[in-house]
């Protein structure tokens, strides 16, 4: 326990909510599910040399490599495959907007023509192709995602020591505004970030990318449970010649699916950049419970197309080049083979249109970065389940004269959400805050005590200073 001039704060507590340094999003644990499911962006670290032996050995020795500076998360059987390698078309079809968009929606391969921003290419014909011409249409709308951060982690005696870490993932183009370039991936293969670079699909080798060349992306949006978010690329960082390579995917509709139907799969397998794998549909909605007995919120579409390390994010598209799924896991190969799992685009589609209509915002410097005021402890899922409180962020303590004192959040609320958004650690509501300024208002949901158990309000809080 110490002392500053707000009063006394005990260990664990995290006074004024001090961001982490990078600013990304954090704290995803990801599911424990049913046998060995893996995340794809997990990738074993990339040789010049020797490609093909070492994608074996990398699937064959998952979750045996922390010591080398590869972290390895299980989902009770399901494997997250997340690299922590040491510092390191037609103008009726497409993802399309007006001119000036007041709210941007997903297009689909309907009658009614969509209107663009741009004459930027769109992914689809509308008809039945081949998987080579799937390819050729469709792999300019998928990117390769590097996810750089700083991983913690602690000795046998305690100690704490930070490194760089780096990831691979894959996004999938969705559309295009005057202002940003936007792609859909999971959210695991952005969480934690510190700066996030997109490579685009005629980039071949992402580890020959000149610095000069790196295009940087920001986190528009997420949605944790369901395992998506909504990545920004401005406008102005893209050369003409990138955006006349590019195309916006066109989505279909993954509630039209049958089983056998085949499917593409295309994305940054192993890291080495784009890939293309095909297979066909062998289940629908495959449900999974994590440890805790709690089904997963998602209802995957499985698929034997080759879903690798990597690919996590990447697009599954049906035969007409239509995006109706985002690759997100595997199955272990020592515990089945060939069963691959994606999110059925039909399934988060309000979701995404609702993410990306945020407004980007950019992390902000430490002297501009707004703050609540308060200290407070993790109400995690088992101290909820143990002592009946909602599942939360605990406040511990509020510092007179702060923005929460004033909006009224008192000792002992538990906050629950900011901004309309469900909110469950300490490090997520860091993470929100810290692309605020001081003297922005901010909505706070706080669940409070009352004789009949806990309710829950908002509250408008304007931030203030850090504490000195």
Known sequence: MYENEYGKIEN????????????????????????????????????????????????????????????????????ILHKKADTVAEESTG??????????????????????????????????????????????????????????????????????SSGEGSGVIIAQTDDELLILTNYHVVEDNKSLSVVFSWEEDVDEIDEEDVIYATVKDYDKERDIAVISIPISSLSNDVLSKISIATVGSSDDLKLGEQVVAIGNALGYGQSVTTGIVSALNRHFTDERGNVDENAYIQTDAAINFGNSGGALFNMKGELIGINTAMMDSSVAENMGLAIPISDVTGEVESMMNQETRETVSDNERGYLGINIVDVTSEISETYGLPEGIYVSNVAHGSGAEA?????????????????????????????????????????????DGYETKDVEVTLGNSPT
């Open 95 to 164: 993802l399309s907007l007006t001119e000036k968009p007041e709210h941007i929606e997903l297009s689909k391969n309907e009658n009614e023509e969509a209107m663009k921003v741009d004459d930027l290419p769109t992914t689809s014909v509308g008809s039945t192709m081949s998987v080579t011409q799937i390819a050729e249409n469709c792999m300019p709308s998928v990117v390769a995602i590097t996810n750089n951060s700083v991983t913690e982690i602690q000795d046998f005696f305690g100690r704490t020591y930070t490194y760089d």
């Open 407 to 451: 909006a009224g959040i008192e000792k002992e609320n538990i906050i629950t959400g900011i901004n309309g958004r469900e909110i469950k650690t300490s490090e997520e509501l860091t993470n929100f805050l810290s692309k605020y300024k001081k003297g922005e208002t901010v909505t706070v949901t706080i669940a409070y005590r009352t004789d």
């Open 12 to 79: 664990g507590q995290q006074p004024y909510v001090t961001p982490p340094t990078g600013g990304g999003y954090s704290d995803y644990t990801g599911y424990t599910a049913g046998p060995d499911m893996i995340y794809n962006n997990q990738v074993p670290p990339k040789k010049k040399t020797g490609r093909i032996v070492g994608a074996c050995i990398a699937l064959t020795l998952v979750g045996l490599m922390i010591g080398t500076g590869i972290t390895y998360a299980y989902m009770n059987g399901f494997n």
